[in-house]
């Protein structure tokens, strides 16, 4: 049962890079090129979802994906145009078959049973609608191919069936022998083996036949030795099973083309040396799924054969029944390589999470040794005496790098599939609030962290909905201001210093900048004779309680604004900004670290203690003169900080380090914003530089604590605490007064 | 151990002084011994807790174990000593004076902890028992953290 259920994990981890190429193939047509190639990778997507489910008994997952896949066939066939209306409804079929397919998978409780039977219906339609009169016989056809398909495993023992008739194949096949032909890779040869050798060792089973074809092999001065070309065809005359054959090419099988079948089989076997059609023979289906033609012509192919040519019965059996030992490693490579030149798909392993996590954690610590082990060198002044422990020790600095950028890039995965999702968005929302809206993206293959990838989508989705919603007008409106009618949003990922850069941009009306203003003195978020500049005016969209029930709409509404974006955002340690042009457009700009394993942090001392301040919480440092710092209520001390006065947080005595708060007049103010908005200044004694600090977890092995969010090993080897400034800001409010204080006019 | 162990109630344990007395843990629930490293302190914790450490890159608490029963403490120095120990899940360091003695006991030969006994050491003292003269209290280390205590806060 388990080994059952472990394959049933991989059929649905499939599913889902299926469904992947899937949409994308599918935005590949919507976007008009509507080349076989493409609808055949739909088709081929569809259709080993089918097979998979079926073999599952998934029934509902198998008759959606038999509709899908009977649409498919049709465009394939060409006997139905990939127009707009049917690339929009496969599109919408292919959501439902990812529902089908969470609901199957236990993901999600059910399907919208109205919304899959509409599409269905309007697949039918499609398939039927225009092309009726060979329909019937189409239907048929599908109908044929898809029930064996349905039982499973039904067909597998049927096809099996020709070898059961092996006593009529052992008796013509002792005089007759077998057929072998061998073509050898690059590999082979590589390994160490040679062909003369295999020959020697066939020979050894009886008289036979040898043929070279050597047609492939280039001139002279095109040839690389390295390479072969050539194929051999042995004709081998002995009373010997085919496993005795192939027991001579054991040690090879992964490293040549290997195909071997009855001598006589006259017209199938004839082919057989021909070398496109060896992939043909020895791939039915690169999925190791079953191809319906191979069904239907493996069903077919029984009647006619038995009367006329009595030899022949056993060719097909021993070529399915070869399929899965022999030329399973072979196979792939080869139905890819005619298939599919320019796309060479990578060569992938699954690993489980858990073991890549052991590695990163194992190469954090890595490097931290390292760094520590550089400072010890330094300290004792060995490296200075010693040019080879210096060079040693530089090596071993850029191995460790070279080490630890590998790992992460384990983990690092790019922003494609989150990308994919948003073209569907995008439709969704401009139907909704009838905008024609074209979506444009750019640097999908930008890689970040498998943990910031996943979290991104969330945020995307806001401001995407957020940019059509808010940011473009209505088509009427944009004809007015002379834009064309259908509005643009571009959306961009990039590489920038060390970050993830995520830009959202509409060509749209811009932030109306009095509105914004107006808004934020009604919600009291700020005073009505604020002086603001035009970019803190735009960043008021972030403040929480900004966005309320005046803006809901169905679409950008739902109770979310930007400050949830905001917080969303600074959770995986980013920053959010935007810039606008009243008329022509706004751009959001997303910028996040390149993994959540790292912080970038300041480095600060206070009371002895070295800590660490996340720098996405830091806005400013100052050095606050005496007389800089009031009292409010003679306890509580605040400090100017451009037009308001912040809280001035000591941290050494908040965390308990010391009793009395650094001197006025000494340390420095670090000047942070919480998730909330709210600003504060910390007190500490030094800054100590900026730096990328790997985090340790406190829970491990401890347990929480309050004002700090995590731990991490510095150069000299001791651990460091990394604030949590929400936390020290809210404990350090607790006390004082009140809220951060505006200034009155 | 040369001798056939017939009596499966064996035990081997890890003796460590603090002060004058003796204690003993499960030798399995000891990783390693190493030496006092200056911890960094973690603010708003209990006083036995004496900070982390980075153990090969992990961050590893420091209980003062002596503080943790009761007993008087002094400043750590370099002759103190941490045992790495395994308790529920987690890694954690226990300062101790010196560790003693490797000893082997049958679970016949421990008493239970005696009235006497304040509660904290109660706590913790499984049972004792004599060796060579010597009184040894064997620990349970399942409660050495706070998070009992300061989920009750």
Not at chain 1, 305 to 327: K, R
Not at chain 2, 45 to 64: H, Q
């Amino acid at each position: 049962m388990d080994a059952f259920e472990a394959i049933k994990a991989t059929f649905f981890q499939e599913c889902a890079e299926l469904l992947a190429d899937l949409e994308a193939k599918l935005l590949i047509l919507e976007s008009g090129q509507t080349d076989l190639e493409t609808i055949n990778a739909v088709f081929r997507a569809v259709h080993s979802v089918k097979g998979g489910a079926g073999a599952f008994g998934l029934e509902a997952l198998v008759r959606f994906a038999h509709v899908f896949e009977t649409l498919m066939d049709e465009l394939r066939a060409g006997r139905k145009e990939c127009d707009d209306v049917t690339v929009r409804t496969l599109l919408r079929a292919s959501d439902v078959l990812a529902d089908h397919i969470a609901a199957a998978q236990g993901l999600i409780p059910d399907v919208d049973e109205a919304r899959s039977a509409g599409l269905v219906a309007e697949m039918e339609v499609l398939t039927h609608g225009e092309a009726s009169a060979p329909a019937a016989v189409e239907e048929e056809e599908d109908d044929f191919g898809f029930t064996p398909l349905t039982v499973g495993l039904a067909p597998l023992p049927s096809l099996d069936l020709p070898p059961l008739d092996l006593p009529p194949l052992a008796a013509p096949a002792g005089p007759a022998g077998w057929r072998v032909v061998f073509r050898p890779h690059n590999a082979m040869y590589a390994h160490a083996n040679e062909t003369g050798l295999l020959l020697r060792e066939l020979g050894r089973l009886g008289p036979m036949e040898v043929s070279l074809d050597d047609s492939a092999v280039p001139p002279l001065d095109a040839l690389n030795p390295e390479e072969n070309h050539l194929i051999w065809t042995i004709d081998l005359t002995a009373d010997v099973t085919e496993a005795a054959v192939r027991e001579v090419f054991d040690f090879v099988e992964s490293d040549c083309d290997l195909n071997v079948s009855p001598l006589g089989g006259a017209p199938f076997s004839a082919d057989l040396p021909e070398r496109p059609s060896l992939p043909d023979l020895a791939a039915p289906a690169p999925a190791g799924d079953l191809d319906i033609s191979a069904l239907l012509a493996a069903a077919a192919a029984p009647a006619p054969v038995i009367e006329a040519a009595p030899v022949a019965v056993p060719a097909p059996a021993p070529v399915v029944a070869a399929a899965p030992a022999p030329s399973a490693p072979a196979a792939p490579a080869a139905a890819n390589a005619p298939a599919a030149p320019p796309a060479v798909a990578p060569v992938t392993i699954r690993v489980d999470l858990d073991r890549v996590d052991r590695l990163i954690n194992a190469v954090g610590e890595l490097v931290i040794q390292q760094a520590m082990l550089a400072q010890r060198v330094a300290e004792s002044g060995m490296a200075a005496r010693s040019s080879a422990v210096m060079m040693g020790l530089e090596d071993l600095e850029l191995l460790t790098r070279e080490i630890q950028d590998s790992v992460m890039a384990i983990r690092a995965q790019p922003v494609k599939s989150v990308f994919q999702r948003m073209p569907r968005l995008v439709r969704e929302v401009g139907d909704m609030t009838g905008k024609k809206v074209r979506l444009i993206t750019s640097g999908e293959d930008t890689e970040v962290d498998k943990t910031v990838v996943e979290r991104l989508a969330e945020p995307i989705t806001h401001m995407l909905r957020n940019a059509i919603d808010h940011g473009l007008e209505k088509p009427e409106d944009r004809e007015a201001a002379g834009k064309s009618p259908e509005g643009a949003v571009h959306l961009a990922a990039l590489h920038r210093s060390g970050r993830i850069v995520i830009e959202i941009s509409d060509d749209g009306r811009g932030i109306n900048r009095e509105r914004v203003k107006g808004i934020a003195i009604s919600r009291g978020l700020i005073t009505e004779d604020a002086v603001l500049t035009d970019d803190e005016i735009d960043n008021l969209i972030f403040l929480p309680g900004f966005s309320t029930a005046e803006t809901i709409t169905d679409v950008s509404g739902r109770g979310v604004g930007m400050d949830v974006v905001k917080r969303s955002i600074q959770a995986l340690g980013g920053r959010i900004s935007i810039s606008s042009v009243p008329g022509k457009g706004s751009t959001f700009t997303l910028s996040l670290p390149l993994t959540l394993a790292v912080l970038d942090g300041m480095v600060v001392g206070a009371a002895e203690q070295t800590l660490v301040a996340p720098l996405t919480n830091i806005v400013e440092s100052l050095t606050p003169r005496a007389e800089d710092v009031h009292y409010v209520g003679g306890r509580d001390a605040v400090i100017r900080f451009r037009d308001t006065y912040v809280p001035l947080v000591d941290v050494a005595q908040t965390m308990g380090f010391r009793d009395a708060p650094v001197a006025a007049g000494q340390g420095v103010a670090v000047v942070v914003e919480t998730e909330s908005g709210a600003r504060a200044a910390l007190m500490v004694d030094a800054i100590q530089g900026q730096r990328q600090v790997v985090i340790k977890s406190l829970e491990t092995n401890y347990q929480q604590v309050p004002g700090v969010a995590a731990a991490t090993i510095l150069g000299d080897g001791r651990v460091a605490l990394i604030l949590d400034v929400d936390a020290i800001v809210a404990n350090a409010r607790r006390r004082a007064s009140g809220p951060e204080l505006k200034l009155a006019s | 151990m040369t001798e056939p162990q017939t009596n499966a109630a064996v035990r081997e344990l890890i003796a460590f002084r603090i002060g004058e007395q003796e204690f003993c843990v499960d030798i399995m629930s000891v990783r390693e011994i190493r030496g006092w490293t200056p911890a960094t302190p973690l603010p708003r914790s209990p006083g036995y807790m004496k900070g982390v450490i980075n153990l090969r890159g992990a961050v590893l608490p420091i209980v003062d174990l002596g503080a943790r029963f009761g007993l008087r403490t002094s400043e750590p120095t370099a002759r103190h000593v941490i045992m790495v120990a395994h308790i529920g899940g987690r890694t954690v360091g226990l300062l101790v004076d010196a560790v003693s003695d490797i000893i082997q006991l049958t679970d016949g030969a421990v008493q239970a902890t005696p009235d006497v006994a304040s509660d904290e050491v109660r706590t913790f003292v499984k049972g004792i028992f004599a060796l060579d003269g010597r009184m040894i209290s064997l620990i349970e280390l399942g409660m050495i953290l706070p998070e009992v205590e300061a989920e009750a806060a």
